[in-house]
């Protein structure tokens, strides 16, 4: 299994430009999330998937769109790259889809991404 | 609502010595927490997990973490660090708000960068 996987590593954008990060994942998991990571803060929540054609906000979803078409891949939109967007993003996923608490999420190696 | 506190930004220790990193969580259910570690550059690695079995919890590498409820905390702590320890470690509370299907979503505290010298 690869896991799950990110594409592209590294991103410049311009400020205005549009893109979508990609995320997949080979383990049949339900649930799917992104996350982005700013120093000092941690990581926070982006959007998230119980499973294929269910997504919802997670704590800082302005800027972002996702969607779930199938249960392997969640691409992160950016509609309008914002400097505030630079930051690191990864993309994680874990069995189940609700009352699943308890299962272990496994993160991919993550998008560095720079909006000038 | 669940929130997680790192009360340690940066911990440095000397190789050998133990480690420990604090954690505290506010949670109005029975959480299941978890630490990760982050090596530089890298993404994020499951070191072990809590779910209300055994309140003491061992994991990877030799960490081990225990829960106690009546501190409200989740320290994670090792014996004797090695080099390799050395990375951000990431408290973490499992979102358990009574709405569908946000049980799965991961609360994380901001992290405590750990140092080992040699």
């Known amino acids: 299994n690869a896991g799950v996987t990110q594409t592209p590593k590294f991103q410049v954008l311009k400020t205005g430009q549009s893109m979508t990060l990609q995320c997949a994942q080979d383990m049949n998991h339900e649930y799917m999330s992104w996350y982005r990571q700013d120093p000092g803060m941690g990581l926070r929540l982006i959007h998230y998937s119980v499973g294929a054609g269910i997504t919802d906000q997670g704590e800082v979803p302005n800027g972002y769109n996702v969607s779930r078409s199938t249960t392997e891949d969640f691409p992160l939109r950016l509609l309008s790259a914002a400097p505030s967007q630079t930051s690191v993003y990864f993309c994680?996923?874990?069995?189940?889809?609700?009352?699943?608490?308890?299962?272990?999420?496994?993160f991919g190696p993550g998008t560095r991404l720079t909006v000038l | 609502a669940q929130s997680v506190t790192q009360l340690d930004s940066h911990v440095s220790v000397s190789e050998g010595t133990p480690v420990l990193l604090r954690c505290n969580y506010s949670?109005?259910?029975?959480?299941?927490l978890f630490w990760y570690v982050q090596h530089p550059n890298k993404g994020l690695q499951l070191l072990l997990k809590y779910t209300s079995a055994a309140t003491l919890v061992k994991g990877i590498n030799g960490f081990e973490a225990e829960f106690k409820k009546s501190e409200t905390s989740f320290h994670l702590t090792k014996p004797s660090a090695h080099m390799s320890d050395a990375a951000e470690y990431f408290c973490?509370?499992?979102?358990?708000?009574?709405?569908?299907?946000?049980?799965?979503?991961?609360?994380f505290g901001k992290g405590t960068k750990l140092s080992v010298k040699p």
């Open positions: 949670s109005s259910y029975s959480p299941s």
């Open positions: 994680a996923s874990s069995y189940s889809g609700q009352g699943s608490g308890t299962d272990t999420q496994y």
């Open positions: 973490v509370v499992s979102d358990e708000a009574n709405y569908g299907g946000s049980q799965g979503n991961l609360i």
